[in-house]
């Protein structure tokens, strides 16, 4: 399952389309609009995507998960349009028989999108203004 | 030929428009697209070293070719997340 | 939040546990019964536990990981009693500035649980026989 | 002094009982009371080794000393999650 969508994000929707009878353990990463930004508070994240590539380098994150971790199932939702502070932006769910393989093909799946697939992201700050914002350096990462 | 470059994020603020056309040898590279986008649009050009392209939805190297009607696409750093 | 409970396990609520304005990245874990038993299919696990002390050693990791990770918020609850193939057995939630302490804090918990926390499953299987297991060697554990 | 043991999981349904009474020397460790059990229920001799004792709610080493009128906890190997 691979979605780009401007609704809140459900996350018990997405844990469900991992399910299967051979999971025994499921990992969730979710990023949520954090309200620190450097001078003023973040009142919201806007996205834009490059939509037909987007959904295509989701797809090969998803291939490549599975050869990877054999066996494992995953599902990534992105959030697009403005999202308010406390919210979801993205949702990854990894199914997989053991923790180990749901733990790396998370971690893995999210550090990959985030290098990876055209998703941009402006900054609403609450006095007004507004950047774009490229990812931090390695450590800083969220 | 005549390429229609479709500009995302901070490439589409910076300019206020979301595609430009751009005229190039037949048969240019993504290096020359590159050139040619920081000649013609030099508001651009800061920000152009950062920036990769992709080709039919595809990440393309500096040195490949743009086929003719191709989809062609500036990617300035990605924050999805 | 700690809760071992007979009830099945309302994953939004444990994860809404640990919202917070400073976190940008939450992590779960959840266990869920597999149905490979290695000679007929698991029907169920029934857990049993040293409440006391269960719920003691549980507090204890949230404190530890709250120190080995400033400002990570977790929230553990486990199920008891028998629970069906499919089912969720344990829900971890973690909620960091950051995803690499989510990450972390989260895969020690589970980690830390399943040596120290007093709580014992026996699985039943489908053709009517009964085991109480241990923990898997390295490697094999879910 | 008497000291009631609380069993667990594979150790209770193996005596089939949730508790066992030992007559153990004051000021008798752990180590002790590992033996006695061993003595008086033979069958939970061989799970014995790889169990752990719990004093009020902490996990407790061999040579600790169990203090009169705690409560005590025979810990056989977790298996939570």
């Known amino acids: 399952m691979i979605e780009l969508t401007e609704q809140p994000i459900d996350v018990g929707r997405v844990i469900q389309r991992v399910c299967r009878p051979t999971a025994g353990a499921v990992v969730v990463f979710l990023g949520v609009v954090r309200e620190d930004g450097q001078t003023a508070k973040t009142a919201a994240l806007e996205y834009e995507c490059y939509r037909q590539m987007a959904e295509a380098e989701l797809e090969k994150l998803q291939s490549e998960a599975a050869s990877r971790w054999p066996g494992v199932s995953c599902a990534i939702v992105h959030r697009l349009g403005r999202v308010p502070a406390g919210e979801t932006t993205v949702a990854i769910a990894v199914s997989a028989a053991h923790r180990d393989d749901a733990y790396s093909a998370n971690r893995w799946l999210i550090d990959q999108l985030k290098v990876r697939v055209p998703i941009w992201k402006q900054e609403h700050l609450t006095d007004g203004t507004s950047r774009w914002l490229s990812q931090p350096p390695e450590g800083e990462s969220r | ?81």
């Open chain 2, 1 to 81: 030929m005549n390429v229609r470059l479709r500009l995302f994020a901070v490439m589409r603020t910076t300019l206020g428009r979301s595609h430009v056309e751009l005229e190039l040898p037949d048969g240019a590279t993504v290096a020359q697209l590159r050139s040619k986008l920081a000649e013609d649009y030099p508001a651009l050009s800061p920000l152009l070293p950062t920036c990769l392209f992709a080709i039919n939805g595809n990440y393309a190297r500096d040195e490949q070719t743009i086929p003719s009607d191709s989809e062609v696409a500036c990617i300035p750093p990605v924050s999805g997340g």
